[in-house]
């Protein structure tokens, strides 16, 4: 047993633990200064949110101690068990959970209050390393394709439910571990004509849109047939048409109106090469008109669900990224504070304890979602910079460890948290500066709270038990 511990301790990546450390102890620094009062100084004071994620911190080493004890067999036997559970918690805050911030997200117990849906992040990547590690496995298999969505698509209905729009989307990163093992290129690309095609969706009318959707794809369509000259002449027919509609409208005194003249251009241009043409028995045809369908559906969708779905803060939110909108004293107000303070800071910072906008509480959430920008007001851009130059070290030391693993398991394992840990990272910052829309997704280690901490603890400490016997393969 001795010999065993012994080269369990031998095999830990301490550097990787070493990383964390720094970064959990900063994070305490900086929620210290976020939150500072002068009438409760000491950092240890329990009372102030900053003792308390003190409690959470001691907690979390004690959590990550345990992890490393633990057999590392017991992860993959386990695993299924473990998701289920998670679902479960899922379910069950739907049911007992308390609202916080317009959200049936947290359980609450005595005094602590905890999100399923961080520590939902991990069990799933336990299911997807189980079920990709079977020896059978291929996603060129339709069923253990679908099966695999199905997996990340039961957290996320059920976070949706509460609504957490924000937890939801990081599910998404998984598409990349999907890639690196062996997911076709092709769908990466598909995920990001949706992505391109939701924010089109938001700035463009809906009926342009849906009319550009139709030409591209008959363009192409007639590109990829070779039929050169046939695309020439639809083309050359829609733009006349598109005049004579312009012209006619003109000349009657209608308000000219673009909408009505690419729509007559397109329908022309439908007809002459596409509409006639879908009736031949054209295998690449019904592909293309297939996928003109898919997309004009998705365009409806997104436009229902950005409408229906989404409350009417989020809705703000998204259309002050995409400047759809401004309302600096609105919706905006966070964000706006929050680029002010991380410009103030400049290149060496305010100084610890010495950031004004922090000081005097300029920017909401700044110890949680917004924790980022109290290390660029006092720290400045050396500040800022190392700490993301640690969060990069760190995304990447763990893909260097999930490479070196015989065991399917780890590998997939290592992966999900690399890209679930590199999305959290990307959206917050992201978040500070202006460039993504607010959802509410913490800095891992850095933002005040146990549910995120522990979630991420347990996230990375099982991964470090499973490269501790990185020689096994696990089944």
């Known amino acids: 047993m001795r010999a065993h511990r012994g080269s369990i301790i031998r095999n830990i990546d301490w550097i990787s633990i070493i990383i964390y450390l720094i970064l959990i102890i900063a994070g305490w620094i900086n929620i210290y200064a976020a939150v500072y009062d ?20 001691s907690a979390a080493v004690f959590i990550a101690s345990v992890l490393l004890i633990i057999d590392s067999k017991f992860y993959s036997a386990f695993s299924y068990i473990i998701y289920g559970l998670s679902m479960a918690s899922l379910i069950g805050v739907l049911i007992t959970g308390i609202v916080s911030h317009g959200a049936q997200s947290w359980f609450q117990i005595g005094n602590i209050r905890l999100q399923p849906a961080e520590f939902a992040k991990m069990a799933t990547a336990l299911a997807l390393a189980q079920y990709i590690s079977r020896d059978s496995f291929s996603f060129k298999n339709t069923k253990d394709f679908i099966l695999c969505f199905v997996i990340i698509s039961i957290p996320v209905i059920l976070i949706m439910l509460q609504p957490d729009v924000g937890s939801a989307l990081v599910y998404s990163s998984l598409i990349i571990m999907f890639y690196r093992e062996g997911l076709n290129g092709i769908w990466l690309l598909f995920f990001s004509t949706l992505i391109f095609l939701f924010i089109l969706s938001l700035i463009i009318s809906q009926t342009v849109l849906i009319i550009i959707i139709v030409i591209l794809t008959i363009i192409i369509y007639r590109i990829n047939t070779y039929k050169f000259k046939q695309t020439a002449y639809a083309i050359a027919a829609a733009v006349i048409i598109g005049l004579l509609s312009y012209g006619i409208l003109y000349f009657s005194d209608y308000s000219i109106n673009i909408n009505y003249i690419v729509f007559f251009a397109a329908l022309t241009y439908g007809f002459t090469g596409f509409v006639i043409a879908i009736f031949k028995r054209n295998k690449t045809l019904r592909i293309f008109a297939s996928i003109m369908i898919l997309a004009v559906l998705y365009v409806m969708l997104v436009n229902y669900f950005y409408n229906n779905i989404l409350k009417e803060h989020q809705q703000h939110r998204i259309s002050e990224v995409l400047g759809i909108e401004t309302d600096p004293l609105g919706t905006g107000y966070n964000v706006n504070q929050s680029k002010i303070a991380i410009g103030s800071g400049g290149f060496g910072g305010k100084g610890f304890l010495n950031g004004t906008q922090t000081k005097y509480n300029f920017v909401p959430e700044q110890d949680t979602d917004f924790i980022f920008c109290t290390i660029g007001e006092e720290w400045g851009f050396v500040g800022a910079f190392l700490v993301l130059l640690t969060f990069l070290v760190l995304i990447l030391r763990i893909i260097w460890l999930a490479e070196r693993q015989r065991s399917v398991f780890s590998r997939v394992y290592g992966y999900s948290l690399a890209v679930v840990f590199f999305f959290h990272v990307i959206i917050n910052i992201g978040m500070t500066i ?30 470090l038990r499973l490269d501790a016997n990185r020689l096994e393969i696990f089944r």
């Open 38 to 57: 002068e009438n409760h100084q000491s950092i240890f004071d329990i009372s102030m949110r900053y003792g308390k994620q003190l409690i959470w911190i």
């Open 434 to 463: 202006g460039i993504m829309p607010v959802i509410g997704i913490p800095l891992p280690f850095f933002s005040y709270g146990g549910s995120s901490l522990w979630a991420f603890t347990i996230f990375l400490f099982i991964f």
